[in-house]
């Protein structure tokens, strides 16, 4: 059988000059555009991705913390912070909130009430593995202009994006928009004032102020150009422990807005974590207030702060972000009155001499789920 078929194949007119010759066409390939794959990806092809975000509250350098990390070459924040660190470093996006100017020495260093902190905050801000922090802040101005240009210079330096100042302008108009894991997220950020400094005339750039259509516009006008959307809200009431009801209005129509997360800072206390269920169905994270997380105010409250923690999920859709496993890890900000200062989990905190330890670890869980079930306090954030 092999035979027959060998002999079959060589009778076959291979390489027969009178064959007629095949016929050769030219084919011009046109470039797709795109969005054009893109879409065709998104319908036919599973394209979840995730990675995990993270968030603390207020950077708040004063004068007995600069004082306390002064070394002979300058000022050493990124020793006090060795036990913290490690759960922001391994996170592929880090949110903060940076309350003072870093305008250094050459604009008078000073503690409350009108901050400038040196230049090394920013190396803090670096080792912590921040991608970006709010500006907009009671604390903007007090260097004025000068005090922004030098603070959003020094992290250009770092190559940390910066929310809620402008430098110009043009600035002021400039999309903040982060991709993670090929996920566009996009922030803004507001202030309630600037603790009664006037913006300088001509300047309205400066600081993005709460004016709820202005928020609103900003919104729709990021919202279709991003997949996940975080605003960042410097409002409420200092050192009260539940948000005012105008407040928790507030807050929820900008949920209603299309915000997926919304972190809220300058209680400097903090105050409980709520998922609100929006009106088109999808949920959002609220954190009413995260509290001081690097600061040097001595009461018990105002020593309490954290980093909340999630991980998204994208799945390719105009409306497939899901924001899952909402955790806290609370920190406590150790000193020896205004000496010594450690920032250590809180879980930790019987270590550096905080009495009942675990009772104030039990309260600030309870506190921080007081809204909701679905938030999980944890002693260290994965």
Excluded: C, W
């Amino acid at each position: 059988m092999l035979k027959m078929m060998m002999l079959l194949m060589l009778s076959l007119p291979f390489g027969d000059a009178d064959h007629e010759a095949h016929a050769v066409y030219d084919k011009t390939l046109e470039q797709i555009p795109g969005d054009a794959i893109h879409t065709v990806v998104e319908t036919h092809f599973d394209l979840e991705t995730s990675f995990n975000f993270a968030a603390v509250g207020d950077v708040l350098i004063h004068d007995h913390l600069y004082e306390d990390v002064e070394t002979e070459s300058g000022y050493d924040f990124i020793s006090r912070v060795d036990e913290v660190a490690p759960y922001l470093q391994d996170k592929d996006l880090v949110f903060m909130n940076q309350e003072t100017p870093i305008g250094g020495e050459e604009l008078r260093l000073s503690g409350y009430p009108m901050f400038n902190a040196p230049l090394e905050a920013a190396d803090l801000l670096e080792h912590l593995n921040a991608d970006i922090v709010s500006l907009a802040n009671n604390h903007t101005l007090d260097r004025s202009t000068e005090g922004v240009e030098r603070t959003t210079d020094i992290l250009k330096e770092k190559g940390i994006e910066y929310v809620g100042a402008n430098i110009s302008p043009e600035d002021r108009k400039r999309q903040r928009i982060i991709d993670v894991e090929g996920v566009s997220v996009g922030f803004l950020a507001y202030t309630y004032g600037t603790n009664g400094i006037p913006v300088p005339e001509g300047e309205d750039h400066l600081v993005n102020l709460i004016d709820m259509p202005t928020i609103l516009s900003d919104m729709e006008d990021l919202r279709d150009e991003v997949d996940m959307l975080v605003v960042s809200m410097h409002q409420g009431n200092e050192y009260e422990e539940f948000p005012r009801d105008e407040h928790v209005q507030q807050f929820e129509q900008i949920a209603d807005a299309g915000a997926d997360i919304i972190l809220g800072h300058h209680p400097h206390v903090l105050q409980p974590v709520d998922i609100y269920e929006r009106e088109d169905g999808e949920e959002t994270v609220i954190a009413y207030s995260l509290g001081n997380f690097f600061s040097a105010q001595q009461s018990l409250e105002t020593k309490l702060g954290g980093i909340i923690g999630f991980d998204i999920t994208y799945s390719g859709g105009d409306e497939d972000i899901s924001v899952d496993a909402v955790k806290f890890m609370p920190t406590y900000m150790h000193s020896n009155e205004f000496d010594d200062f450690e920032l250590v989990p809180l879980t930790d905190a019987a270590e550096y001499g905080l009495n009942d330890a675990g009772g104030v670890y039990q309260d600030v869980s309870d506190h921080m789920k007081y809204y909701t079930d679905e938030v999980e306090v944890v002693e260290y954030l994965e």
